[in-house]
């Protein structure tokens, strides 16, 4: 194609309203992508990511470079991205973290629903609720009994401020009428190397975070946090099984761009990722790590956000949780 003809064709597409990114700048994508993780290594979402993103960059023909960024709950990975150029390089690793600060946190220098563009939700996977083995408990109700006869001396570790274990501590405070005391970390990672010492008694912690040291002896599972019993723990009974009807605090991943991304990328986007998420060695990887994944359009994972951020606003409002 010669210049006068390249410069013909891209002023007819400008005319149609067409998306002019691949027509500047090459077919998409033509360089690495970055996905930026706000949790450290060897957390669930990093797990996840990593998974992903391997088999991701062998579809788009670019490789997808991990990046973390831990610290303020997922706030600064997203701010990182929110700022970034809108052409498809730069992405986020949305969690349920991200929907819980929207109310958690009030001096946010962006808006998770204005300044993000979903691109298709990925994973979930429910917390579990495990205590060290000093603490001499073996259900939910024995753990509330212990609360109540001890208030604000039990100790619970997450992930951070404004992550889902943080929540679900608050609303299992909320539920029950318990204090168990929050002791924010950042990443599940060091959370749980202080509930293994016995430094904090439990956690709500990730089924990949938790299940190899349920198998080895070292922590007790008393529940899971989601609807339905976890496919890697079936004989663990729900926190909603064992007295509190209701209770769900699943975690989620998945994927954003900034605000204003062209819509083409974002469908290329979620094509491949919805081609990834149903190779059955993806699946295999993600259940050894007590994880699902999940499908969806651009649209729908808009509205599961929705859904969420207003799920996590009333728990955060009842609950009286800040974090500044």
Known sequence: MTTRTA??????????GAPVCAWA?????????????????????????????ARLGEGLGQPLVVENRPGAGSNIAAENVARAPADGYTLLFGTIANTINTS??????????????PVAPLASL?????????????????????????PGEIL???????????????????????????????????????????????????ASTALPHIK??????????????AAAAPDLPTIAESGLPGFDTSLWF??????????DIVLRLNREIARVLAEPEVKAQLAGQGIDPMNGTPEQFAAHIREETMKWARVVQASGARID
Not at 167 to 178: P, Q
Not at 255 to 262: D, E, G, N, R, V
């Open 7 to 16: 410069t013909l064709f891209l002023a007819a597409a400008l005319s149609l």
């Open 216 to 229: 080895a002896g070292t922590l007790r599972a008393l529940a899971s946090s989601g609807v339905a019993r």
């Open 126 to 150: 429910p917390n579990l609720l495990v205590v060290h083995p000093a603490l001499a408990v073996h259900s939910v109700r024995d753990l509330i009994l212990a609360a109540k006869a001890k």
């Open 254 to 263: 998945g994927l954003l761009a900034p605000a204003s991304t062209p819509r």
């Open 25 to 53: 700048q090459g077919a998409y994508p033509n360089r690495p992508v970055k996905i930026v993780v706000g949790f450290p290594p060897g957390s669930a979402a990093d797990v996840v990511a990593r998974i992903v993103a």
């Open 104 to 117: 958690l946190s009030k001096n946010l220098a962006f808006d998770f629903v204005r300044d993000f563009a």
């Open 156 to 206: 619970y570790g997450s992930s951070g401020n404004g992550t889902g274990p943080h929540l679900s501590g608050e609303l299992f405070n909320l539920m029950t009428g318990v204090k168990l005391t929050h002791v924010p970390y950042k990443g599940s990672p060091q959370a749980m190397t202080d509930l293994l010492a016995g430094r904090v008694q439990l956690m709500f912690a990730p």
